[in-house]
């Protein structure tokens, strides 16, 4: 549920100045008549926006892998569907869409008034082109599983076909998508992947696209705004697009300012910033913020973090061991205390606020100590000077912990606190996140370690964390997870587009997932941003960051 935190605050202007405030005043009113040499103050249309990171300046929506491009990209670039401030899924490039009565076929109609920042028209041979080239066996970006079940985009990739079958033109304003089995994601994958322009980018080979440093830092979309100024290490400069095809935005201009998380307090009071993610949720923080007449708003977010353990190993390959593990840990305290309460503890690899998470069924593993001693002596676990053993093994354990995120790390002594109160030694193995990664994601060799997740709009694309298919490789599922129920409730829930029925499938995995507990899934911290209050229609969510800017406006 999102959460907004506001208050109006009514400072004493000099004699003579206009008075505008969000409260009725009972004061004396006074008549000023207008110089007519004076100018009317209008409220600059110019936002700024704080990043905490230059975008690397990769402006290409097949290419980009960052957060900070992805917001640039994301101004500048149109999709075919887009995400309301609620996550729903609505038309974009598309006007509508119709889906065949076998989910295989997604035939888009396509607008009509659009037209490239340049002047140029936008036609579906730009959609076929963004989604073939995603196909290229060149290509070097992240996206191929977004498109790799369309019909033939797998031989196109081999170099055994000269176009990817399932994607049709049908006409200048209309083009299908034919998958080979049904793909849930589809619809999502849509509404988050830009769309690039051909008469640009067609004459370049896929495999010298990051090469193209010119266009890359001079984008051109089809998005609410147009980048006219890249300065790395400082800012990006937007202008609105005139001819948007929703509307030409309010806003005028959008300023993203690389800026410093220790300073950016008091630029959002002083006003050289309008908008920030929220860097600290202590109370005194929150306080300055409304007392300086900021808003903040604050909801769950789509990332968890989660304690992960090797279910090769075994000293973990009972699931009462893990089970009892996640009963030790003080997953209350660790929201209480270092998120301030601003958090929640989750109890399935699903993001809270998704309608795929259960809302009841799920064991909660509230703290108790007892609980855990008790699945721990069911396993053959003896404790003997205060440390567990079994048949001559003695539960001691590395915890590898990321540096970088310093709630995560401030949670490690606690975990390791915890688990010694049942008899578990934790040896903790602090080191930076590519050592973690390496050990992992990449080798999956380890016994415990913190991780992150951040989660994908739709929840089919879980399958690639938790498929038994996986195992032994580089990939998500970090626990080795080997379990042939989920496997066949993942793919059920995959095979329909109906969301009514998905929910049921991942509830039933959800439920599987808090019963064989193969991770601790400890918090998911909220996301927060403070701002203006003067901009109105301002909203975020977690995976859009600026939904209908071209309503946004400041008074």
């Known amino acids: 549920m999102k959460k907004k935190i506001g208050s109006c605050l009514l400072m004493t202007l000099l004699v003579g100045a206009l008075l505008v405030g969000c409260g009725s005043m009972t004061s004396k009113e006074t008549s000023v008549t207008p110089n007519p040499n004076e100018t009317e103050t209008v409220a600059s249309q110019t936002i700024n926006y704080a990043i905490w990171s230059s975008p690397k300046g990769v402006f290409n929506p097949v290419l980009l892998n960052d957060i900070y491009d992805r917001k640039v990209g994301e101004l500048v670039f149109s999709s075919l569907l887009t995400l309301d401030a609620d996550d729903n899924i609505i038309p974009a490039l598309a006007e509508s869409y119709e889906v065949s009565e076998d989910n295989l076929k997604i035939t888009f109609k396509l607008r009509s008034n659009v037209t490239w920042h340049d002047g140029k028209p936008f036609t579906a041979k730009d959609v076929a082109f963004t989604f073939t080239s995603i196909a290229d066996p060149n290509y070097t970006g992240p996206r191929f599983a977004e498109i790799e079940k369309l019909v033939g985009a797998q031989d196109y990739r081999d170099g055994k076909a000269d176009t990817v079958k399932g994607i049709e033109i049908i006409d200048e304003k209309t083009i299908s998508f034919t998958y080979s089995e049904v793909y849930a994601a589809a619809l999502a994958n849509f509404a988050i992947r830009g769309i690039l322009p051909e008469h640009l980018w067609g004459a370049i080979p896929v495999g010298e696209w990051e090469k193209q440093t010119n266009l890359l830092t001079n984008p051109i979309g089809t998005g609410a705004f147009k980048l006219v100024n890249f300065v790395p290490d400082q800012y990006v400069e937007l202008v609105r697009n005139d001819n948007y095809f929703l509307g030409a935005p309010k806003l005028e201009k959008v300023i993203l300012k690389v800026s410093n998380q220790e300073t950016a307090q008091g630029e959002l009071i002083n006003g050289t910033l309008d908008i920030a993610a929220l860097s600290s949720f202590k109370q005194q923080d929150l306080d300055t913020y409304t007392s300086a007449g900021k808003t903040i708003l604050e909801y769950p977010s789509a990332s968890y973090q989660f304690m992960t353990m ?198 039933e995995w959800a439920k599987l997932l808090n019963e064989e507990a193969p991770f601790v899934y400890l918090y998911s911290p909220n996301e927060a941003r403070v701002y203006n209050p003067n901009i109105k229609g301002y909203n975020f969510s977690n995976y859009i960051e600026f939904p209908n800017i071209h309503k946004w406006t400041v008074e």
């Open 310 to 507: 090797n279910n090769e190993n075994p000293l973990f390959a009972d699931k009462r061991v893990r089970q009892a593990i996640t009963y030790a840990i003080n997953r209350d305290g660790l929201v209480n205390q270092l998120l301030e309460g601003h958090g929640s503890i989750i109890n399935a690899p699903l993001a809270v606020s998704s309608w795929a998470y259960p809302k009841e069924g799920l064991n909660d593993y509230a703290y108790d100590t007892e609980k855990a001693k008790s699945l721990l002596a069911e396993a053959g676990w003896t404790e003997e000077n205060g440390v567990l053993q079994k048949e001559g093994t003695v539960f001691k354990v590395d915890l590898l912990v990321p540096t970088g995120n310093k709630v995560r790390e401030q949670s490690a002594p606690v975990i390791q606190q915890n688990l010694k109160e049942v008899g578990i030694e934790v040896n903790i193995q602090a080191m930076d996140f590519a050592s973690v990664k390496a050990k992992v994601y990449e080798e999956h060799s380890y016994e415990m370690a913190l991780m992150g997740f951040s989660l994908e709009l739709d929840p089919a694309d879980a399958k690639s964390y938790w498929s038994s298919e996986l195992l032994g490789k580089p990939g998500f599922n970090f626990a080795n997870f080997n379990n042939a129920l989920s496997d066949t409730i993942l793919n059920q829930a995959a095979q329909s587009l109906n969301q009514d029925e998905r929910k049921v499938h991942y509830n």
